[in-house]
């Protein structure tokens, strides 16, 4: 088979046409190459090879498998403090709706190019903060400041219930669009100050 092996490597430059005999042909393949028959030969033509090829394949595959075993699903958890605020079922109805929207939205701009995505993402949350604040900021805002906390209350349950069920952690959206109205009503019930920083400026910071 090796002699075949280096005939056939040569075969484009020398010509040479090979033939393989069917006695000589493979039926067996070593269990690293991860050969997949079909449901009636599954495994029946592999074999479990111990060259340093089996077992290098070995070790790798017990360490892919342990670190597996030590990697937890991410653990989504809601603050009390927005979790309780209540709001009428309306609002609740509202921004569902519009985060259902959101999420439509933002999978047609994902695959963009980076600079054109970026843009396109911040006008999006910019449409939404306007509509939870009724202005383009949350200092702006006309709108009384219990109905702003709670809807951006609602905004945060509707989004991390959505992370916790689908196991997905992406909570960017409520912060974005109601960070500043959250921060601000965590700072009223527990004190302290909020301060504005760009998110660009708090991932260097935090990194």
């Not at 690293?32 to 495994?43: A, I, L, Y």
């Not at 200092?139 to 905004?155: H, L, M, Q, T, Y």
């Not at 019930?189 to 301060?195: L, S």
Request: proline residues 3%.
């Amino acid at each position: 088979m090796v002699d075949i092996y280096y005939l056939a490597l040569d075969a484009s430059k020398s010509g040479d046409q090979l033939e393989v005999d069917r006695a000589d042909r493979v039926t067996l393949f070593p269990h690293f190459m991860e050969r997949k028959g079909n449901n009636e030969r599954k495994g029946k033509d592999s074999y479990h090879s111990i060259s340093i090829w089996g077992i290098l394949y070995d070790a790798a595959d017990k360490a892919i498998k342990q670190h597996s075993e030590k990697v937890q699903a991410i653990q989504i958890s809601m603050l009390p403090c927005f979790a309780e605020m209540k709001a009428t079922p309306a609002c609740t109805d509202l921004w569902r709706a519009r985060y259902e929207e959101y999420l439509t939205k933002s999978r047609q701009i994902i695959n963009l190019e980076k600079e054109e995505k970026s843009v396109k993402f911040l006008i999006l949350y910019q449409n939404y903060k306007n509509l939870l604040y009724g202005a383009e900021e949350f200092e702006e805002s006309p709108k009384d400041r219990g109905e702003v906390f709670a809807e951006a209350c609602v905004i945060y349950r509707i989004v991390y219930e959505r992370a916790a069920s689908t196991g997905i952690g992406k909570c960017g959206f409520a912060w974005t669009v109601a960070g500043a109205a959250l921060c601000e009503l965590y700072a009223h019930r527990y004190g302290g100050i909020t301060v504005r920083c760009p998110l660009p400026v708090l991932r260097k910071l935090y990194r």
